[in-house]
């Protein structure tokens, strides 16, 4: 006797680009999950080398029972091959296969698979439709929603870009039981991330929930991807287009994407220096006087329960303009984000627990928060 | 004393993505026109090395006005060049220049700058603003409405892109003077177009000022421009994203797109391709029982005189499958186009002076139409 499958939804409302994220167990094996996706000779298949072995067979048999047409194209693994040649492949593939505007996408695999299939389908022809089995808790509970499609550019991370929403997207718990202990702890990064600057209520969940989420309790796990998407899908219902709130997602990013850059990708994981990253401006905002220093010591003790690193990385060494070269570079790294404005830096700060705002710092205020932050 | 300078507005209307477009002699120089722009500290005028000569410094001297930095990046010339690595040019100077995600980018030039500029606008940070100033007249009447951008891919043309609507566009009647005599033609092929499709009163007007608009009067010019870009208008603004109704706009274009792809891009104009393939589609559409011969003979008549081919170059030698190489050939390109599907050919026709429809044809007819319009 098969038992009724728990599946949990969250519906992303964007008017007609509205979708629904799917959270289970084994959803991937369910051919009942694709069968309300629009009439289409071709399925195709956009994975990488790591995850196609794992899962790639699974869902396009899975899939084959719905389309004429079932292509696999492997990528190779890793932010640094979020580029053009990579994005390139899934377009040769797709005119060397005669691939109609009807096809359907499906990106299996972490962020970088689903932001490059992502921005592959906003550009083949215009726009062909595409679906998301995020493989990695962070693709789960972050890039699963709000439709942020993008490659890298030599001289930036996720510069080249589009907004372009899925059909839906299909959360499979179960493919976080093959996840490295390291991905699972970047992923609670953005899962902590919610709580501090949205929902004090969260926040104490999570801290009691962290070991078995540790442990991959498939029932903790359900309720931090449904909480963290229910979450973000709020603020990005108010700002598709990221012109303000939806900055706040950004919370630990300005600082996260300095030691990303600083280091050179690869090094440390997005989610990793996102989780330093919020130390940092926990640290920052509590300096600009708007949270105590409970709070900061509060949620660094909950990134470091969750394997995460607290302490920055150094950029640099020795002194420079009146402070260490160090903090000069972290500055130096920040001014160029995406989300510099004519130069000034924005930071994403706490007003208090669940309360996030966008603001400047004084760099000297913001050197100091670096200094007594790093390694 | 200045005479009031006269400028046509054609009004693009699509929700929060409406825009107008500015039609006159001059417009350019006039500051004026600029001054409702957003804020930004720096706007990119992306055009090429034929046209950059002839207006580059002078738009960069008027936009010198408005914003604190100008930049002007020269791209090389001809759809030979609308690839992902001349795209990458406008990427590299915007990201070595530090712009951020308020930069204005203005494309100055024809269709193929047009379609490059927009999309890199529509990619660079997932989204900046951008402006057309098109200085031919194919650009002016046809890529200026509809914010279709796209680049080409090696295996196919327009195949990666954006549906991307710009801030506004601004039609300079004075650049169409400096235009070789066989681009203005090509630009008339797709003035020419939108008479037979959605209206007899300008197909007739176009008749009788055939002869002013090759010897580029300004009033002409105007009127022919300012009535393309209505018709274009109103039927994008029933059917934005191309699901429908705007297939009618591609009268012509299937055909002539086998001529193009056939040829090798460079060899025949996108308009001289066009104007040919709309004597090919008149042809199919009176075999289809749909007009008589008068139309198509006055249509073959108009399109001879504005100085474009109405018989199609041939693309293979000798016989194959019960009829000639050619329009197999012929044949084999029209069922790789964009616009097929499941392989099906979707030819669009006439049903009459002034309405257009989108429907299949049998192959031995669409041969034999092809059989008797080659040379």
Redesign the interface.
């Known amino acids: 006797m098969q038992a009724t499958k728990k599946i949990d939804q969250v519906d992303i409302h964007l008017g007609d680009r509205s979708y629904p994220i799917l959270i289970g167990l084994g959803l991937m094996d369910d051919s009942t999950i694709w069968a309300d996706l629009p009439a289409a ?1 071709t399925a195709l298949i956009v994975t990488n080398t790591t995850v196609a072995p794992l899962y790639g067979k699974r869902l396009a048999d899975t899939l084959r029972t719905r389309f004429q047409r079932v292509l696999v194209l492997e990528l190779p693994d890793g932010e640094a091959f979020k580029t ?1 040649q990579s994005l ?1 492949l899934v ?2 593939a797709l ?2 296969n ?1 691939c ?3 096809t359907i996408l499906f990106a299996l695999g972490g962020g970088v698979v689903g932001d490059m299939t992502g921005f592959a389908a ?6 062909v439709p595409f679906v998301q089995i995020p493989t990695t808790l962070l693709a789960q509970v972050d890039s699963s929603v709000g439709g ?3 490659i890298n ?1 030599p ?2 991370k996720n ?5 372009y929403q899925p059909l839906k997207v299909v959360c499979d718990l179960a493919t976080l039981h093959t996840l490295p202990a390291r991905e699972l702890a970047a992923g609670l990064a953005e899962v902590i991330k919610y709580g501090p600057i949205t929902d004090p209520v969260f926040f104490a969940w999570i801290e009691t929930n962290i070991d078995a989420l540790l442990r991959r309790e498939p029932a903790a796990l359900a309720h931090a991807a449904k909480r963290s998407c229910e979450v973000k899908a709020a603020v990005v219902a108010q700002d598709e ?2 012109h303000g709130l939806r900055a706040t997602l950004n919370f630990g990013h300005t600082f996260g994407h300095a030691i990303e850059t600083g280091l050179g990708f690869g090094q440390w994981l997005h989610g990793e220096a996102v989780g330093c990253g919020m130390v940092m401006a926990a640290r920052l905002s509590q300096q600009l006087g708007l949270v105590d220093h409970g709070l900061v010591q509060r949620l660094t003790a909950l990134i470091a329960r969750a394997g995460l690193p607290v302490r920055g990385p150094l950029l640099a060494q020795g002194n420079a303009e009146g402070g260490s070269a160090n903090s000069l570079r972290y500055l130096e790294l920040m001014r ?1 984000d ?1 989300k ?4 000034e830096i924005r930071f994403v700060v706490l007003d208090g627990l669940g309360q996030a705002s966008v603001r400047p710092a004084p760099d000297a205020m913001v050197r100091a928060v670096i200094d007594a932050s790093c390694v």
């Open positions: 000779t053009w390139n377009f040769d005119l060397s005669e109609d505007r009807k906003a550009s083949y022809m215009r726009g942020k499609t993008a550019h001289l930036g510069m080249i870009g589009a907004f287009r990221d160029t995406k510099s404005e004519g130069g």
